[in-house]
C-alpha cells in the first residue's frame, strides 16, 4: 500500500487513516526518514502490550526493535524495510519476537510509506497484528492433520470409510495391500459388498450397524482380489445424521490370518511337546527306578543332603546301617546320624563351607564315628562329593565295624607276641646271662687266690704275664655280661613300655616327659586328670606309642622350644593330645586325614589310633605350632 502524501493533508483524512490503522492493528510505530536514512521512530502507546517494552525503552536503545526479533526471522524482517527503503513494494512479513516476559510472540507486519510531492520517501508507518493465537491454532491443526495422517496412513489395521451401499470413500494403504487392491486409486470408488458373505453378508453387517450402531471386534472369513482366504477381526462404526439416517461407515480390519496360522502351528507344537514330555517322564522314572535300584543294591550307605543338612534320599544300606526307614530321616537334618560332638558341630561345618567354600571333609575319605536308632555307635568310613550347581552333597557311608575288630585282634596278637618276648628276654636269658657273669666273678676270685709261686709238682705254675691275661679276660668277660643283661633289660622294657596297672600310662608318660625335659633346649611337661583310667594296656601302649611318635616328630622338625602332653576326659572320650610352638605342620590337609607323601611316623599315629577305636585329628594352630589329639571312647579304655 503506497500513500502519497502530500504537503497538506486534510484532518479529516488523517483522522479516518488513524481510526482505520488503530482498528486494522495492534500496535504501530511512525519512521520519520532524511535523506533516505532512519532519524527518529515514533512507538505507539499500545507497544508495552505486544512487547512488553515501554517507547522510553526503544529511544534509550535504538536496536532494541530488531534484538527482539526471532535470529532466524531477522533476515526478513530486514530485507522488508531495505525493500520499503529502495522505494519497492514490501509483503507483509510474519516473524516471531521475545517479549520481556521471555515468551515468543507471532507479529504479522505491514508497511505504509509515506512520499513527498517529488516522489521521496519521507515516512513510514509499520503496522503491526498479534498474530500468535492464529499461529497456535494452525499450528494445532498441522499437528492434529499430521497424527490423523500417521494414524490413517501408517496404521497397521485396514482402515476405510464407506458409504451405506459398500463404495469405498476413503481408505488407508494397509487396507489397499489387504484385500489384494494394486493403488489407493482403484480400491476407493470399489465395493466392499463382495468382501462379505453370510453369515456376515454386507446387508446384514448394515442391519446389524443400524440396530447397534457399531460393531467391536467380530471375526469372519473373507477373501482377496486374487482369492486366497483371509482370517480378520474387524471393527465397524457408523455415523448418523441429527434424523438417525446412517450416512456412513468406519471400518477398522485387523488381518488375524498369520496369527491363525501360527496359533494352529503352536497348537501342534504344543500336542508334540506334551507327548515328548510325557514320553521323557516315562524315561526318567524309568531311569530313576533304575538308579534307586543299583543304589539300593550297593553294600555301602548312600545318602544326600541338601545345602540345609537335610536328608533329601537315602537307600536301602544306609537304612540298615542306621536302623531308620527312609520315611523317618527324609527331611531331618543328617546329624541325627551322628553323636556328640559331631552332632552339634556339623551344621557349623556345612555354613562355613557355603559361605567360604573352604573344604575340609569334601572329596575325601574319613573315619568318624556314627549312630544308629536305637543310640549305639560305630565306626564308618565316609566320603562326601557336592553335587555340582546345585549346593547338594552325597555321602557314601562304609561300615568299618569289622575292619575295626580284625585291627584290634592283630593289635592283641602282637602285643601278646612283644609280652612274651619280652617277658622271655627278662624271666629267661636275662637270668641265664647273669648265671654266666657270676661264674665269671667267681673266677676270677679264684684266680685272684693262686698264689703265684708253689712247692707242689702237681700244680701248673703260671707266669705273671699270663696270670694278668687271664685275669683281665675273665673281667671283660663279666663286664660285657652285665652290659648285655642291662641292654637286655631295656629291650624287654621298649617292648612293654606301660606296666600292667591302672595308671601305668600316666606313670609312662610322665616319665617320657622327664626324659624329653632332659634335653638342653626343649622344655617338656605332662598333665592329667585324676578321673583318668585306662585299664586296657593294649590301648595304654598305643597311646604312649602315639605320644612318642608326636614327640620325636617335634624334636626333629619342627624346631619346638616348648611340648605339652596333655591326658584328660572330655564328651565320654578319653583325649591324648600333644602340642608344641614350633612352625607347624602341613602335612595333613584340613579333615585331619594324611596326603600321599605323608611321612611314616604320621601315618603309624593314625592308624594306631584308629585300632584302638579311636579318631585322630592332627592340624596347625593360628597361633603357631602343632596339635596332635586321639579321641577314644571311655567305653574302650576300660574294658581290661
Given at each position: 500500500?503506497v ?34 536514512r ?8 499500545k507497544?508495552?502490550?505486544?512487547t ?15 534484538e ?32 520481556r ?8 507486519k ?12 519521507t ?24 497424527n ?9 489395521t485396514?482402515?476405510?470409510?464407506a458409504?451405506p451401499?459398500?463404495?469405498?470413500l476413503?481408505?488407508?494403504r ?28 454386507w ?34 462404526i457408523?455415523?448418523?445424521?441429527e ?15 498369520h ?5 494352529a502351528?503352536?497348537?501342534?507344537r ?7 514330555v ?7 522314572r524309568a531311569?530313576?527306578s533304575h ?10 550307605g548312600?545318602?544326600?543332603?541338601d545345602?540345609?543338612?537335610?536328608i ?7 537304612e ?16 541325627m546320624l ?5 552332632h ?14 573352604e573344604q575340609r ?5 574319613r573315619?568318624?564315628v ?20 546345585l549346593?547338594?552333597f552325597?555321602?557314601?557311608v ?8 580284625l ?16 617277658q ?31 712247692s ?10 699270663q ?14 655280661l ?19 596297672e ?6 609312662a608318660?610322665a ?13 617338656c ?16 601302649t ?7 611318635e ?14 605339652s ?38 601315618r ?23 596339635s596332635?589329639?586321639?579321641?577314644i571312647p571311655?567305653?574302650?579304655?576300660k574294658e581290661?
Amino acid at each position: 500500500m503506497v500513500e502519497q502524501q502530500s504537503q497538506q493533508t486534510s484532518p479529516e483524512s488523517e483522522s479516518r487513516y488513524h481510526q482505520l490503522r488503530d482498528a486494522v492493528a495492534d500496535y504501530h510505530y511512525h519512521v520519520l526518514l532524511e535523506n533516505g536514512r532512519i532519524v527518529e521512530k515514533q512507538h505507539g502507546p499500545k507497544c508495552a502490550d505486544i512487547t512488553g517494552y515501554q517507547p522510553e525503552e526503544y529511544i534509550a536503545n535504538p536496536r532494541l526493535w530488531i534484538e527482539l526479533v526471532h535470529e532466524d526471522d531477522r533476515p526478513a524482517i530486514q530485507q522488508q524495510i531495505e525493500r520499503v527503503l529502495s522505494g519497492h513494494n514490501a509483503m507483509a512479513v510474519e516473524y516471531r519476537i521475545r517479549r520481556r516476559d521471555g515468551k515468543l510472540c507471532w507479529l504479522r507486519k505491514l508497511i505504509i510509506p509515506y512520499y513527498d510531492a517529488d516522489g521521496r520517501l519521507t515516512a513510514y508507518d509499520a503496522l503491526l497484528l498479534d498474530i500468535t493465537e492464529e499461529k497456535m491454532a494452525q499450528h494445532s491443526l498441522q499437528q492434529s492433520e499430521e497424527n490423523y495422517r500417521l494414524l490413517f496412513d501408517d496404521d497397521l489395521t485396514g482402515d476405510y470409510v464407506a458409504s451405506p451401499d459398500g463404495e469405498i470413500l476413503l481408505c488407508n494403504r494397509a487396507l489397499v495391500d489387504m484385500f489384494g487392491f494394486t493403488t489407493r486409486e482403484q480400491a476407493i470408488g470399489s465395493s466392499l459388498c463382495g468382501f462379505y458373505s453370510d453369515p456376515y453378508s454386507w446387508d446384514a453387517l448394515i442391519a446389524r450397524i443400524r440396530e447397534a450402531g457399531t460393531l467391536d471386534r467380530f471375526e469372519r472369513i473373507t477373501r482377496r482380489n486374487d482369492g486366497r482366504t483371509l482370517h480378520v477381526v474387524e471393527t465397524v462404526i457408523g455415523t448418523f445424521d441429527e434424523r438417525g439416517n446412517l450416512m456412513r461407515l468406519k471400518g477398522y480390519v485387523f488381518d488375524d490370518t498369520h496369527s491363525r496360522v501360527e496359533t494352529a502351528k503352536l497348537q501342534q507344537r504344543n500336542n508334540d511337546l506334551e507327548e515328548a514330555v510325557q514320553l521323557r517322564t516315562r524315561e526318567i522314572r524309568a531311569e530313576r527306578s533304575h538308579l534307586e535300584a543299583i543304589l539300593d543294591s550297593a553294600l555301602d550307605g548312600i545318602i544326600s543332603i541338601d545345602s540345609r543338612g537335610m536328608i533329601q534320599t537315602i537307600n536301602r544300606s544306609a537304612e540298615r546301617l542306621f536302623g531308620y526307614t527312609r520315611a523317618e530321616v527324609i527331611g531331618q537334618n543328617v546329624n541325627m546320624l551322628m553323636p556328640s560332638p559331631y552332632h552339634e558341630e556339623h551344621d557349623g561345618y556345612l555354613r562355613r563351607y557355603l559361605k567360604t567354600g573352604e573344604q575340609r571333609i569334601l572329596n575325601s575319605v574319613r573315619e568318624v564315628v556314627a549312630q544308629r536308632k536305637d543310640g549305639t555307635t560305630f565306626p564308618v568310613e565316609v566320603s562326601i562329593t557336592e553335587v555340582d550347581h546345585l549346593q547338594a552333597f552325597t555321602g557314601i557311608v562304609h561300615d568299618i565295624s569289622e575292619r575295626k575288630q580284625l585291627q584290634t585282634h592283630i593289635l592283641q596278637i602282637a602285643e601278646d607276641e612283644q609280652r612274651r618276648i619280652g617277658q622271655e628276654l627278662h624271666d629267661g636269658i636275662g637270668q641265664e646271662l647273669t648265671g654266666l657273669a657270676l661264674f665269671a666273678g667267681s673266677l676270677v676270685e679264684v684266680l685272684d687266690a693262686i698264689p703265684q709261686e708253689s712247692s707242689q709238682g702237681t700244680v701248673r705254675q703260671l707266669h705273671e704275664s699270663q696270670f694278668t691275661s687271664l685275669r683281665s679276660l675273665a673281667a671283660r668277660i663279666s663286664s660285657q655280661l652285665n652290659a648285655t643283661n642291662a641292654h637286655i633289660r631295656q629291650l624287654a622294657h621298649g617292648m612293654m613300655p606301660v606296666q600292667i596297672e591302672p595308671c601305668g600310662l600316666q606313670a609312662a608318660l610322665a616319665e617320657l616327659a622327664v626324659s624329653i625335659d632332659t634335653h638342653p633346649q626343649i622344655t617338656c611337661h605332662f598333665e592329667s586328670s585324676a578321673n583318668v583310667i585306662v585299664a586296657d594296656n593294649a590301648t595304654a601302649t598305643h597311646l604312649y606309642r602315639i605320644a612318642q611318635e608326636a614327640i620325636s616328630n617335634s624334636l626333629r622338625h619342627s624346631l619346638a622350644t616348648e611340648i605339652s602332653i596333655t591326658l584328660g576326659c572330655k564328651d565320654h572320650h578319653v583325649v591324648l593330645e600333644m602340642k608344641d610352638n614350633g612352625v607347624g605342620i602341613h602335612s595333613f590337609d584340613n579333615s585331619g586325614q594324611a596326603n600321599r607323601g605323608t611321612g611314616m611316623g604320621l601315618r603309624t599315629m593314625q592308624y594306631r589310633c584308629g585300632l584302638i577305636g579311636g579318631t585322630f585329628h592332627i592340624e596347625a594352630s593360628l597361633a603357631g605350632g602343632t596339635s596332635v589329639r586321639c579321641l577314644i571312647p571311655e567305653k574302650s579304655v576300660k574294658e581290661s
